[in-house]
């Protein structure tokens, strides 16, 4: 298995690269790809208007059936779309049941959720809303029935959605909030670099090498450095906490145990703690597990630090202007 994994690298011309220099563009540029500016989708085009709604409605606690739980708590986006936590928190103080992964980027992966069980952010959406452990809401109607006494609110739908009978629905709601997390892009030094401009130090140089060599990007790769594929974890040594079968529970098929999807390394400084547990606070140590379960390599400390030192240039710039909180309709 480890062969073919550097078999992946060298056939993507991966295995080419030099510790003292990177390549900008060519085979690099094509297996991580440039960075959009927006996660456009073409079933639900992004205008202003819906653009502000979806803003509001991330931020909205009434969304929940305490009236204190909005998308944000649980993925904060002035802390890089994470909340800090191995679970998260939820509906009379509940915990849930998986890591609460960052929202930037996340409209460009493959799906939704570790397991892979909602196709898009629209989708995905829908979700924590109606789970009665998360923001609990007991039906699409009574999420419609809240909003619709809402007056600032019917107005932002109708602006929204114009030309529906009715815009005020729960999937109009789902579908703002996903045009406004299309929108959370973080650049990094790592692009500006990759697009010529600024440069690397001689570790975060040699980092990105290790990284390459050691068959990393064989699955973190694309744009996103990751989100494009589901991987067994332990797929070389077992991974130490199985109580969590992944992606089996909506296959239900047994080459899916322990299956979940692989996480983007996008600002991944700053969205520990890791993995769909959250059981690993220290990024260093994630690596180093990467190296063990995934790859079978015992990657020295210097390898690591390395690593984590290249893994940095990945933290991309939040932006403040977009994510701004509003000031929420009445």
């Known amino acids: 298995m480890k062969t073919q994994l550097f078999a992946l690298v060298a056939v993507a011309g991966l295995a080419l ?17 440039a960075l959009p500016a927006n ?7 992004s205008t202003a208007a819906k653009v502000k709604l979806g803003r509001m409605l991330y931020y909205e606690p009434r969304l929940s059936l305490a009236n204190d739980v909005s998308c944000n708590s649980c993925h904060d986006l002035a802390s890089y779309g994470v909340d800090g936590k191995a679970t998260s928190t939820g509906h009379k103080g509940q915990i849930g049941g998986r890591n609460s992964p960052t929202v930037y980027h996340a409209a ?45 609110y019917v107005e932002l739908f109708k602006q929204a959605f114009p ?22 892009v973080t650049p990094s030094r790592w692009d500006r670099f990759m697009q010529g401009g600024g440069g690397l130090s001689a570790q975060e140089m040699s980092g990105h090498h290790e990284f390459m060599h050691s068959g990393c990007a064989s699955c973190h790769n694309g744009p996103y450095l990751g989100g494009g594929s589901y991987q067994k974890v ?6 130490p906490n199985q109580l969590d079968l992944g992606r089996v529970g ?35 140590e994630a690596v ?12 020295s400390e210097t390898q690591v630090t390395n690593i984590v030192a290249w893994l940095k240039t990945l933290t991309g710039e939040i932006p403040k202007a977009y994510i701004e909180k509003p000031h929420l309709p009445r």
């Open 163 to 184: 030309g529906e009978a009715k815009p005020v629905t729960f999937n109009n709601m789902a579908l703002a909030i996903g045009v406004f997390e299309r929108g959370l």
């Open 288 to 299: 180093k597990m990467m190296g063990k379960h995934q790859l079978n390599v015992q990657l």
């Open 250 to 284: 909506i296959t239900h098929a047994d080459k899916d145990k322990m299956v979940f999807k692989v996480p983007s390394l996008r600002n991944i400084e700053k969205t520990g703690p890791y993995f769909h547990d959250g059981k690993v606070g220290k990024l260093d």
């Open 39 to 45: 996660m456009e989708s073409g079933h639900n085009p």
């Open 108 to 152: 460009g992966h493959l799906a939704q959720f570790w397991d892979g069980r909602a196709a898009d952010v629209e989708e995905q959406a829908k979700g924590p809303v109606l789970n009665p452990i998360e923001m609990a809401m007991p039906s699409r109607a009574e999420v419609e029935w809240r909003l619709e006494r809402i007056p600032g």
């Open 17 to 33: 690269a030099q510790p003292q220099e990177p390549m900008k563009g060519g085979m690099m540029g094509r297996m991580m790809g």
């Open 234 to 239: 332990g797929v070389m040594n077992p991974w």
